[in-house]
């Protein structure tokens, strides 16, 4: 079956310490994306890759780092320099741009501990 | 003031009733609209997809697009409790970058 698939699901993670969240698509799609979501504020894009070796800040970048060394690989780092890392994780693909479907992954929780 | 307004609800009808869900947005430059369903704990996922202004049915679910109004609406027509869930707006300029509302809870009773 082709999609995306995000690892792991439930994630938690002590103050102090960085975490990588995984995301591997089958789709063969050249954009990937990393949205975080809270309760009652919608999904807010952390960083986006539109191609191998190349990504871009999104809105709320500060604290996460990602990695595109790979086209169907886009992990993501939360590290101790994110203050409020406690939210569910949710990674996405398309072919292109705006223009294009944006699929998602099943979303990784993570909680502070 | 957001880019993309959404009113997050709850929103509860009864089975069969239709469903109007709407968003308003401020960036004129806004070409692609979506819709996406999104149940609980899980990834969101592609209700509607529409390209500037216009209406666009599939099955039970209507999107209407007025550019003149920053305003896009959803319907779902003879809900079941199966449309359960959070339905989010999203947009985008054709560029990478999605703008998401903040999604509506909708529950639709038995």
């Known amino acids: 079956d082709g999609g995306i698939t995000q690892s792991p699901k439930y994630l938690f993670r002590k103050e102090g310490q960085n975490v990588t969240l995984s995301c591997e698509q089958n789709?063969?799609?050249?954009?990937m994306y990393w949205y975080r979501q809270d309760p009652g504020q919608g999904l807010r894009l952390i960083y986006y890759?539109?191609?191998?070796?190349?990504?871009q800040k999104g809105d709320i970048a500060e604290g996460y780092s990602v990695s595109r060394e790979k086209k169907e690989s886009f992990p993501l780092t939360v590290t101790s320099a994110q203050k409020n890392p406690t939210a569910f994780y949710l990674c996405?693909?398309?072919?292109?741009?705006?223009?294009?479907?944006?699929?998602f992954g099943q979303g990784t929780r993570l909680t502070v501990v | 003031q957001k880019e993309v307004e959404q009113d997050p609800g709850p929103l509860s009808v009864p089975e069969g009733a239709i469903v109007s869900l709407n968003c308003t947005y401020s960036?004129?430059?806004?070409?692609?609209f979506m819709w996406y369903r999104q149940y609980s704990r899980k990834g969101p996922e592609l209700l509607m997809y529409?390209?500037?202004?216009g209406n666009k049915e599939d099955g039970r679910f209507t999107a209407q697009v007025d550019k003149s109004s920053k305003y896009i609406s959803l319907f779902i027509r003879d809900s079941q409790p199966s449309d359960s869930a959070t339905y989010l707006c999203?947009?985008?300029?054709?560029?990478?970058?999605?703008?998401f509302g903040a999604g509506t809870t909708v529950t639709v009773r038995a």
């Open positions: 996405a693909s398309s072919t292109g741009g705006g223009n294009t479907e944006a699929f």
């Open positions: 529409t390209y500037s202004s």
């Open positions: 999203a947009m985008s300029e054709n560029d990478y970058k999605l703008s």
């Open positions: 789709l063969n799609h050249d954009a």
């Open positions: 890759s539109q191609i191998v070796n190349d990504f």
């Open positions: 960036n004129s430059a806004f070409q692609y």
